[in-house]
C-alpha cells in the first residue's frame, strides 16, 4: 500500500488561528506511522494572549512556551517533517488556516501543501452519532488518547485514514479521495503581507 501523508494538529493559544501554541506531526508511509514528534511554539507577537477557555481545554499556559520555538524558528522544522506530504486533519479547515495565518502573520510565504480532511473521511466511513475526534478514532480502533494533546490528536487522526483506507481498499490518498467523494484541497497560501515601498 502507498499510502503516505502526514497528519498534522494544532492547539491554540485563543481563538485566532494564527496563535499556534502546540503542534504535533505523525508520518504515515506504507499505511504504516513510520514517525513522529511535537512540540510547543511561542505564538506569534499579537496572537500570544492565552484565553482561559483555550488553556481549559489543551492545558498549555503562558510559562509554558516562554523558551519554546517563534512561529518563524519552527516552520522549517514543520517542513522538513512533512515534506510534500498531503496534509491530513480532524477538520483540516481549522489546521491549515494556522498555518496559512500564522505565516502571514508573521511574514512569511506559507508552503503549498494539499490537505485531507479526517473528520470528512470518518463521516463517509463511519456510522456514528458524533463524529468528534475522539469518536471517529475509537471507531477506527484506536484507543483512548489524551485528547487536545497536539502529538496524540495527530496520530488519532492518522489513524482514522489508514483504517479508512483499508476499509475502502484504497492504496492511495488520492484512491481514498476518490472513492469516498472527499476531496484533497489545494492548499491557496495567504501571501504575506509585506510593507509598501
Not at 483540516?92 to 495565518?101: C, H, P, Q, S, T
Amino acid at each position: 500500500m502507498a499510502l503516505d501523508f502526514t497528519a498534522i494538529d494544532f492547539e491554540t493559544a485563543n481563538s485566532s488561528p494564527a496563535s499556534p501554541c502546540q503542534v504535533g506531526l505523525v508520518r504515515v508511509r506504507g499505511g504504516e506511522v513510520v514517525a513522529q514528534t511535537g512540540w510547543l511554539i511561542r505564538p506569534p507577537a499579537g496572537y500570544d494572549d492565552f484565553q482561559e477557555w483555550n488553556v481549559r481545554i489543551h492545558g498549555i499556559r503562558p510559562e509554558d512556551v516562554v523558551g519554546a520555538p517563534s512561529w518563524e524558528g519552527q516552520i522549517d522544522r514543520l517542513h522538513a517533517f512533512a515534506g510534500d506530504d498531503v496534509l491530513v486533519a480532524h477538520n483540516a479547515g481549522f489546521d491549515l488556516n494556522v498555518l496559512r495565518r500564522s505565516c502571514q502573520a508573521t511574514g512569511l510565504d506559507a508552503p503549498n501543501y494539499r490537505s485531507l480532511c479526517s473528520l470528512a473521511v470518518a463521516r463517509k466511513t463511519y456510522d456514528l452519532e458524533s463524529y468528534r475526534l475522539p469518536k471517529a478514532a475509537a471507531a477506527a480502533g484506536f484507543g483512548e488518547f489524551p485528547h487536545h494533546d497536539a502529538l496524540a490528536d495527530a496520530r488519532a487522526c492518522a489513524q482514522i485514514v489508514i483504517d479508512a483506507a483499508r476499509r475502502a481498499g484504497a492504496v492511495d490518498v488520492d484512491a481514498l479521495s476518490a472513492v469516498l467523494g472527499v476531496p484533497v484541497v489545494e492548499f491557496a497560501p495567504l501571501l504575506a503581507e509585506r510593507a509598501a515601498a
